[in-house]
């Protein structure tokens, strides 16, 4: 996996977009830039993936720029419900890749 | 259902005690991992395996081991528990390696007394 570099915490209040930036520098071209989320005690889950441009679901945004050594993971109109650590992985889809290192993540608490 | 099953949810022991923690999944996915998380620590990966009887290490894989003799089953041995094994365990597959969607279990929080 290519190493990550996002922030340790963010907080954010109900109803605003909340952007959360990971930076991966040394992105190799297969690689793909996939989010996690996870609520305490729970296991992480998947929530988007993409290779460039943006990518939209129901529940997120990608945004990646041209160049591709950061990406923004972007929740709209935030609630207390998306209180959860944030993970970025960069790597790519099963062609080398078997070691996996979620880190830290980052912290998002929304404050009523 | 699509699902990743972890038995026990819930274990407290004794230092010493043999210990075995199933993991199973029904989606015929090839990869499978273990981790652990501990807090400010975030998730490490235990060992993971690409398929049948082919497993390998990852980041923390000291007093563990782990086999997979079926595409779906891959449970995690501690052979002899220690204190510094008390966390919370999760179990995962995916299709293939690599950032596959992982599906993870619901988690084993294990206690080493």
């Known amino acids: 996996l290519a190493k990550t570099t996002q922030p340790i915490s963010m907080d954010s209040y109900e109803g605003q977009e909340v952007n959360i930036t990971c930076s991966h520098n040394?992105?190799?071209?297969?690689?793909?830039i996939t989010w996690y989320q996870q609520f305490p005690s729970q296991g992480p889950r998947f929530i988007i993936q993409g290779y460039k441009t943006k990518v939209t679901n129901e529940v997120a945004s990608l945004f990646i720029p041209a160049d591709r050594k950061s990406s923004t993971l972007s929740l709209p109109r935030v609630s207390l419900s998306d209180t959860a650590v944030y993970y970025c992985?960069?790597?790519?889809?099963?062609?080398?890749?078997?070691?996996?290192?979620f880190g830290t993540g980052t912290r998002l608490t929304i404050i009523p | 259902e699509a699902q990743v099953t972890q038995n026990p949810r819930y274990l407290i022991t004794v230092t010493g005690k043999k210990l075995t923690v199933t993991c199973s999944q029904n989606m015929n996915h090839e990869y499978m991992s273990w981790y652990r998380q501990d807090p400010g620590l975030g998730l490490r990966q235990i060992y993971y395996?690409?398929?049948?009887?082919?497993?390998d290490k990852g980041d923390v894989p000291e007093g563990y081991k782990v086999s997979r003799k079926e595409k779906r089953n891959f449970p995690l041995i501690l052979e002899s528990p220690s204190p510094n094994q008390t966390s919370l365990y999760f179990c995962?597959?995916?299709?293939?390696?690599?950032?596959?969607?992982?599906?993870f279990g619901p988690g084993t929080r294990l206690t080493v007394l």
């Open positions: 992985l960069v790597g790519d889809l099963g062609f080398g890749n078997e070691k996996l290192t």
């Open positions: 395996s690409m398929n049948v009887e082919v497993t």
């Open positions: 040394n992105i190799a071209t297969n690689d793909y």
């Open positions: 995962a597959s995916s299709r293939l390696a690599g950032v596959n969607e992982q599906f």
